[in-house]
């Protein structure tokens, strides 16, 4: 699984990054980035949680290769 941050959306309210963070992480511009190219099994349902969480809606999560 793949996950993508819309930095358009993203406000940096970083409550991904306090449910995964070994997969988010806000950057010095405020935005969140993903860490990883591919979301590792045991974490999909915690990243799940964080895009459920994302108040503005900037995570998207995707199977395989293609984040769209």
Known sequence: MK???DSRRCQGAGLCVAVVPDVFEI???GVVASLVAQ???DL???VEEAVMACPMSALTLAAG???S
């Open 44 to 46: 999909v349902a915690d």
């Open 39 to 41: 979301v590792p099994d």
């Open 3 to 5: 996950v993508h941050v």
């Open 65 to 67: 290769d293609d984040p």
């Open 27 to 29: 950057q010095s511009d």
